[in-house]
């Protein structure tokens, strides 16, 4: 089973830029988050997907940032225009309803640059 | 709101030693779940082990053990026998269980280095 991926794996852009990550969750997984963590800081919430709804955005750190899952498979954060403080790792991961842990597997993330 | 705390930037540990991690969390939820994740160099997040709130034993897998004292407020992953293979960050999070309320918080983590 294909685990959590995320594209691109590093991303330089300059200041004004715009840029899209990719997340595709595991198959079946109707939950879908992301989170970021900038240089030095700890991993913080961006939002989460139930399917293809915002379940939860209140992590969306402005209106720069925008989300989206259509369709309720793979996800897009877009960030535009890109700012200095954007640089980091964004993550993404993906969990099911059901489970006792609702364990939640993460992608191998996405390292952001911006100049 | 949920706050996890991390006290340990740093830790060595000689190879095949056992090593404490800390964590305590603090919140307003009455069911959530605490979880350890490990970040090796390569950058991918590893679930390492989860406990219920209202699970009344310690959770373990394989080395790997949680120390939860509900009261204290505290959940240390304990990793015995360590293998050079350990040495990571490790981050402890958590999560409520209700609807909209399922984001992990996490700590500042800990870098742990496995010394032969």
């Known amino acids: 089973e294909a685990g959590v991926t995320q594209f691109p794996s590093h991303s330089v852009i300059e200041k004004g830029q715009t840029v899209t990550l990719r997340c595709d969750p595991i198959?079946?997984?109707?939950?879908l988050y992301w989170y970021r963590r900038v240089m030095g800081k700890e991993i913080k919430f961006l939002l989460h997907?139930?399917?293809?709804?915002?379940?939860?955005e209140s992590g969306m750190p402005n209106n720069r940032f925008l989300a989206e899952r259509t369709g309720g498979t793979y996800s897009t954060l877009k960030v535009q225009p890109a700012e200095l403080e954007d640089s980091g790792v964004y993550f993404c991961?993906?969990?099911?309803?059901?489970?006792?842990?609702?364990?939640?597997?993460f992608g191998p993330g996405t390292r952001l640059t911006v100049l | 709101a949920q706050k996890i705390t991390q006290t340990q930037p740093g830790m060595f540990v000689q190879e095949k030693e056992a090593v404490t991690l800390d964590c305590t969390y603090d919140?307003?939820?009455?069911?959530?779940?605490l979880f350890w994740y490990k970040q090796p160099s390569s950058g991918e997040m590893i679930f390492l082990i989860y406990?219920?709130?209202?699970?009344?034993q310690n959770a373990t897998e394989g080395r790997y053990s949680l120390n939860f004292q509900k009261a204290r407020k505290s959940a240390n992953l304990v990793i015995s026998a360590s293998q050079l293979g350990d040495s990571a960050m490790y981050f402890c999070?958590?999560?409520?269980?209700?609807?909209?309320?399922?984001?992990?918080?996490f700590g500042s983590g800990t870098r742990l280095q496995v010394q032969p």
């Open positions: 991961a993906s969990s099911q309803v059901e489970g006792r842990s609702n364990e939640q597997f």
């Open positions: 198959s079946g997984h109707d939950n």
């Open positions: 997907f139930v399917k293809e709804s915002k379940q939860d």
């Open positions: 919140t307003s939820d009455q069911s959530y779940g």
């Open positions: 406990q219920g709130s209202y699970d009344e």
């Open positions: 999070a958590m999560r409520g269980v209700a609807p909209g309320r399922r984001a992990l918080t």
